[in-house]
């Protein structure tokens, strides 16, 4: 196949096979590192050059750099795919403006062909490099330290990031543990991204990782060993193939020199330069194989006794965790041995998607339902009500019908099911009454009830009984009723019209 930053053409595969070992290694090593820098970092340190072509199309061997790793992991070319329309031409600022490319989401390409190339790589794992490439954008310098465990209570602190923009969230105490993405208000002003509260996460998040403590992971984790042998012989044999290359590029300098006329001295010259590049070169290149960095890979022997002994591990931490025998810090050092980051996005008022990224690379996803503040913050409120009139109208008992709909997956706003105080109110709000008693305002003999009081002005009876709890309006039970009681005179209304305008701050009985 051409390389990328090759002139427009028919892909075909070079016959040269160091080339196509190091294309494939940049493939294979992405798909274990996750990261383009990490790729970089891999080549830097073990002495690899990258293949490209220059404007003759002859192939040369460059220096590796975050563009070019990006340029062959980018390119469709290379998973076997004709592909033509990735970008459109914008103008900037305003008429006529400066004409710049921009690319395009690739559900937005114009045409793509499948298997139209020889390939490197299949076209869903070419899809699968790209959601990773997308997933990793957004990481700015400020957001690739982890941090240290800190003693705070929100657990996954320091590696929670915000599935929205991209980046970083920081916690906040101040009105209950929330997760909050502030980056772009503290660097452009504007407002919150979004918060989310922090407890559902943290609970959702440690389930996990017990699940992850199991034998089933060790096993996870023995191929994974097996991978990283693999990766590492591939690794030795780039180096090999490059040591040969570099080996007849010798050759070749030396047999130009052998050749050329002494007396020609500036050919002899520049060809005696070359021969010594050619040389110190190969010499790198040797030394770099010698003295190769990479320790051998011994695959883990997973004994029975060392399956129980993860299984034991599984099954008490779970009991051990909330004893209070760990502290905050200890509990982040634990997740984070084997998590390397959490994404939320807030889906919905009450659902947040969550991503957790595991130290191995393999991700989990799920939803978590999150306390809203009312039950108009419900997305299935009305089909909630309709269910609970139906079944009160058949004469079911309200923890019937709470325990029912909760199967169904409905819940009170502050709880992850349906509570029968929550089926109560609602029922009461249709005038559907369980007993008799229940079917008008009990009266009493001169003095008005806080239900009729709240109807005849046409408020909320809470508000009313928010006030008596908070002392505005000073009320005592009557010892008979249990009932608050206040005259039934003008002179009450007019006083509950007063506060309830503002014009008094205080009510009597």
């Given at each position: 196949m051409g390389l990328s930053g090759a002139k427009p053409g028919p892909f075909a595969r070079t016959p040269n096979q160091e080339v196509q070992s190091r294309l494939g290694l940049i493939f294979t090593t992405f798909l274990q590192v996750k990261s383009a820098s990490k790729v970089l970092r891999l080549f830097n340190n073990q002495g690899l050059l990258i293949p490209r072509k220059n404007r003759f199309g002859d192939v040369v061997w460059k220096n590796p750099s975050v563009s070019v790793i990006l340029d062959i992991l980018k390119n469709p070319a290379y998973a076997g795919a004709f592909v033509y329309g990735r970008t459109k031409t914008v103008r900037s600022g305003p008429p006529p403006g400066r004409p710049i490319q921009k690319k395009l989401p690739m559900d937005q390409w114009r045409i793509r062909v499948n298997d139209k190339y020889p390939s490197y790589i299949s076209w869903q794992t070419y899809e699968k490099i790209q959601a990773m490439l997308k997933d990793n954008y957004a990481q700015y310098d400020r957001n690739k330290s982890r941090g240290v465990p800190r003693p705070g209570s929100a657990l996954v602190h320091g590696i929670v990031y915000c599935g929205e923009c991209g980046h970083k969230m920081v916690v906040q105490y101040k009105t209950g543990t929330r997760y909050i993405c502030n980056y772009l208000r503290q660097q452009h002003g504007s407002s919150v991204c979004q918060y989310i509260p922090a407890d559902p996460v943290d609970k959702k998040v440690v389930e996990a990782f017990f699940a992850a403590?199991?034998?089933?992971?060790?096993?996870?984790?023995?191929?994974?060993?097996?991978?990283?042998?693999?990766a590492d012989e591939k690794?030795?044999?780039?180096?090999?193939?490059?040591?040969?290359?570099?080996?007849?590029?010798?050759?070749?300098?030396?047999r130009q020199y052998m050749q050329v006329d002494p007396e020609n001295r500036l050919v002899a010259s520049e060809l005696e330069k070359r021969w010594e590049d050619a040389l110190r070169q190969l010499k790198r290149a040797e030394e770099s194989l010698a003295q190769s960095t990479l320790a051998p890979v011994i695959p883990l022997k997973i004994t029975a006794e060392i399956k129980e002994?993860?299984?034991?591990?599984?099954r008490k931490l779970p009991d051990i965790w909330n004893t209070g025998a760990l502290s905050h810090e200890q509990k982040k050092a634990l997740l984070r041995c084997l998590i390397d980051k959490v994404i939320i996005h807030r889906a919905r008022r009450d659902l947040v998607h969550t991503r957790i990224v595991w130290r191995g690379g393999a991700t989990s996803s799920f939803d978590i339902s999150i306390p809203v503040n009312s039950l108009a913050e419900l997305p299935r409120l009305q089909q909630m009500e309709q269910r609970i009139v139906e079944l009160s109208r058949q004469g079911?008992?309200?923890?019937?019908?709470?325990?029912?709909?909760s199967a169904e997956g409905f819940r009170s706003p502050m709880s992850h099911h349906l509570l029968p105080s929550t089926v109560k109110g609602i029922r009461l709000k249709h005038g559907i009454m369980q007993k008799r008693s229940q079917s008008h305002p009990r009266r009493i003999a001169d003095y008005l009830t806080v239900p009729q009081i709240a109807q005849g002005l046409d408020i909320s009876r809470h508000w009313i009984y928010d006030r008596i709890h908070s002392g505005v309006i000073n009320a005592t039970r009557d010892t008979k009723t249990g009932l608050y009681l206040f005259p039934h005179k003008p002179h009450t209304l007019e006083q509950f019209k007063k506060l309830k305008a503002g014009?008094?701050?205080?009510?009597g009985c």
């Open positions: 403590l199991s034998p089933v992971e060790i096993d996870i984790y023995t191929r994974a060993m097996e991978q990283k042998k693999q690794v030795n044999h780039a180096h090999a193939q490059q040591v040969d290359r570099l080996r007849y590029e010798v050759a070749l300098a030396k002994a993860f299984t034991q591990i599984g079911k008992p309200d923890e019937d019908i709470a325990k029912k709909l014009l008094i701050n205080t009510l």
